[in-house]
């Protein structure tokens, strides 16, 4: 079945610096879909993308698609403390039904 | 606050028991969907249910069962608990089916489950 691999599963970084996590599909997609979820709470819609080699920006975070729409990523720039929590990618296929979410990168920063 | 509501916040049974959590989609949502989160774990998708059917279907054991109601709330049965049912179950809506471009889930707060 469809397997959506996030990495890493954990990061810690010092304020300001930068931090990426990674996400990869077994199968192409047709979109992918990336969420936050803090400390104690529910994971809250951040962004979709759905065309390959599409790259989004939302302040110091920016989401890119693979030309091949098998991977994604997300990039924050000089990250702040409001950074921590866990981000996941969901990705689906083609005509599926489910949305198949990564194991998520927790990001945890030391200010 | 994304709309979409769940009762209860917490829930402690014991082994061999069976509880309902409810959920509440955001208001004109069609499709909810259930997940459960065991700690330091991701999203498993359980179910999907769209305007009463039943759409997609994820690891959902045969202990679990969900259901649409007309009013478009669902909930979700979980029978002869284990421990290792303890997880967080969250809801979430959206407005169509998950098959289209465009369809933003939007989670409810969960409700924790722990089973002792």
């Known amino acids: 079945g469809q397997q959506v691999m996030q990495i890493p599963q954990y990061q810690h970084v010092q304020e300001g610096e930068d931090f990426t996590t990674y996400c990869n599909s077994s199968?192409?997609?047709?979109?992918i879909q990336w969420y936050k979820q803090r400390p104690g709470g529910h994971p809250v819609f951040l962004i979709q993308?759905?065309?390959?080699?599409e790259v989004k920006k939302q302040k110091r975070l920016t989401f890119q698609f693979g030309e091949a729409k098998k991977n994604s990523s997300l990039h924050i720039t000089a990250t702040q403390t409001t950074d921590v929590g866990t981000y996941f990618c969901a990705g689906k296929k083609q005509g599926a039904q489910k949305l198949v979410f990564g194991q998520g990168t927790r990001l945890t920063i030391n200010p | 606050d994304s709309g979409v509501t769940q009762t209860p916040k917490h829930l402690i049974t014991a082994t061999g028991q069976r509880v309902t959590l409810r959920c509440s989609p955001r208001?004109?949502?069609?499709?909810v969907y259930w997940y459960q989160q065991s700690l330091d774990q991701g999203l498993q998708f359980l179910i999907q249910y769209y305007n009463g059917e039943e759409r997609a279907k994820g690891n959902i054991l045969e202990r679990f069962s969900a259901q649409q109601f007309p009013d478009l709330h669902s909930e979700l049965n979980l029978s002869s608990l284990e421990l290792g049912d303890s997880a967080l179950y969250f809801c979430?809506?959206?407005?169509?089916?998950?098959?289209?471009?465009?369809?933003?889930?939007?989670f409810g707060p969960g409700t924790r489950l722990l089973v002792l």
């Open positions: 979430a809506s959206s407005v169509g089916l998950a098959g289209r471009s465009g369809e933003t889930q939007y």
């Open positions: 199968t192409t997609l047709s979109n």
């Open positions: 993308l759905v065309k390959s080699g």
């Open positions: 208001s004109g949502d069609l499709s």
